[in-house]
């Protein structure tokens, strides 16, 4: 099992940037996909992007297209989420996982969580 620690979240104007970070413990982070989810006060967990265990493949939600960007640095053990012209749609706490298969966009196809992050965009 790969530990997760999401961190990087905050309180952000709308159209501003934040930059999220999710460091794993675990020699296997490398050979996993890694994806960033995302739950809104009262809602659902939803998919918000998804990176393949090479880091050459990502995949993203429509909401998000064009506005984030997911990474890896494999020798750091981290996956990032640049989220740029923010939203206040986009408030949520933002949680990543890890997946042997890419591209897996259905919150019920990961097991294991972080404990999240909060971002917070006002208007």
């Known amino acids: 099992q790969v530990h997760l620690v999401e961190s990087g979240g905050g309180l952000v104007q709308a159209g501003g940037s934040l930059r999220l970070s999710c460091a794993a413990n675990?020699?296997?982070?490398?050979?996993?996909?890694m994806a960033w989810f995302r739950q809104a006060s009262g809602k659902e967990r939803e998919f918000v992007a998804t990176?393949?265990?090479?880091?050459?493949?990502?995949t993203y939600a429509d909401s998000v297209k064009g506005r984030f960007t997911i990474s890896r640095d494999s020798a750091k053990n981290t996956v990032y989420l640049q989220m740029s012209s923010l939203k206040p749609e986009d408030t949520a706490v933002y949680y990543c996982s890890y997946a042997l298969r890419f591209p897996l966009v259905r919150t019920n196809d990961y097991d294991y969580w972080g404990q999240g992050t909060q971002v917070t965009v006002s208007s």
């Open positions: 990176i393949s265990s090479s880091g050459a493949y990502t």
């Open positions: 675990g020699r296997a982070f490398s050979g996993y996909a």
